[in-house]
Nanobody
Framework: QVQLVESGGGLVQTGESLRLSCSMS????????WGWYRQVPGRQRELVAA???????KYGDYAKGRFTIARDDAEKTLYLSIASLKPEDTAVYYC????????????????????WGQGTQVTVSS
């Protein structure tokens, strides 16, 4: 059974940096894709960044520059580094994972993949 657990969120100051982690348990397929999403109350969940097992990446328009997605396949862990945090980055951040070759092109990354974590809260104070 696949489980995803996010960690690394918390209360930070404007301008600080943060790295979120998402650990996967269960059987990992060699071909896969996963991504980070965020949601603010009252708004739809949106793509932050996604990455395939072939190294292809896709970033949300607002995420280019300050957000960096990375993966450690040996540890079955996904990372999201956020630099120069702003109050508008305050959200619950979720990771999502898709297993199999069908996700490699990231065409459906905006909608997320088949498995989801519970999320980690990031709060940026001004």
């Amino acid at each position: 059974q696949v489980q995803l657990v996010e960690s690394g969120g918390g209360l930070v100051q404007t301008g600080e940096s943060l790295r979120l982690s998402c650990s996967m348990s269960g059987r990992m397929f060699s071909l896969n894709a996963w991504g980070w999403y965020r949601q603010v109350p009252g708004r739809q969940r949106e793509l932050v960044a996604a990455i395939s097992s072939e190294g292809k990446t896709k970033y949300g328009d607002y995420a280019k520059g300050r957000f960096t997605i990375a993966r450690d396949d040996a540890e079955k862990t996904l990372y999201l580094s956020i630099a120069s945090l702003k109050p508008e980055d305050t959200a619950v951040y979720y990771c999502s994972l898709g297993l199999g070759s069908g996700y490699l092109d990231l065409e459906d990354a905006d909608n997320g993949f088949e498995y989801w974590g519970q999320g980690t809260q990031v709060t940026v104070s001004s």
